[in-house]
């Protein structure tokens, strides 16, 4: 079973700040997802990916196959970036998810 | 644009019931899945279907169980509710992924279950 790592748990941020939340997963894996999850539930994909780097906007994400680690990064943040973030992997042989526990971000401003 | 609809926002019900909570898709994704979302523990899969009538456990299935007899439909089944069933449940559904493709899940906007 893959285990999926996230850091920081928590993070406050004042707006402007660049933001970086880390993911790390143990065994091999298809693809990296990045979710979002605002209060009252609702969860988007942000990103899919298994090789390399993607942007969207502000948002960036990317992935280091050698190492398990995945990284996504918010420039310029604002308030309503104030969100959980969610990594989860995909496994090798299929289409099911493991999650991490998500990141609580705050951006103040 | 992807629909992922969910019967209920919020449910109470009381220990000993049974619970149906319904999700439907517009997208004509051959997997949906069900995840229920604890303080702590993160999202974890309680059932999956890839197919119209097939289903695979999750992590979690103990205390529920699921019927899928269209492809749009995936229904999560609470034989008899406990408290410790409390929680978001999550419905979420995917074209099928396999080695050499992969594809996001899209989510439902939950319903919040309180058994009492």
């Known amino acids: 079973k893959n285990e999926v790592e996230q850091s920081p748990q928590n993070l406050t941020a004042q707006e402007g700040e660049f933001i970086t939340i880390n993911c790390s997963y143990s065994?091999?894996?298809?693809?990296l997802h990045w979710l979002q999850q605002h209060p009252g539930g609702g969860i988007v994909s942000l990103f899919m990916?298994?090789?390399g780097k993607k942007k969207h906007g502000r948002l960036i994400a990317t992935i280091n196959i050698q190492e398990k680690h995945s990284s996504l990064h918010i420039t310029a943040s604002h308030p309503r970036d104030s969100a959980v973030y969610i990594c989860?992997?995909?496994?090798?042989?299929?289409?099911?998810?493991?999650f991490g526990e998500g990141t609580q971000l705050t951006v103040n401003p | 644009d992807v629909k992922v609809t969910q019967s209920s926002r919020y449910l109470v019900k009381r220990t000993g019931e049974k619970v149906f909570l319904e999700c439907v898709q517009d997208?004509?994704?051959?997997?949906m899945f069900w995840y229920r979302q604890d303080p702590g523990l993160g999202l974890r899969l309680i059932y999956f279907?890839?197919?119209?009538?097939?289903?695979e456990k999750g992590d979690i299935p103990e205390g529920y169980s699921v019927s899928r007899e269209k492809k749009e439909r995936f229904s999560l089944i609470l034989e008899s509710a406990s408290t410790n069933q409390t929680s978001m449940y999550l419905c979420?559904?995917?074209?099928?992924?396999?080695?050499?493709?992969?594809?996001?899940?899209?989510f439902g906007p939950g319903t919040r279950l309180t058994v009492t």
């Open positions: 990916l298994s090789s």
């Open positions: 279907s890839y197919d119209v009538k097939m289903k």
């Open positions: 979420a559904s995917s074209y099928w992924g396999t080695r050499q493709s992969s594809y996001e899940q899209y």
């Open positions: 065994v091999g894996i298809s693809a």
């Open positions: 989860a992997a995909q496994e090798t042989s299929g289409s099911r998810l493991t």
């Open positions: 997208m004509d994704h051959e997997n």
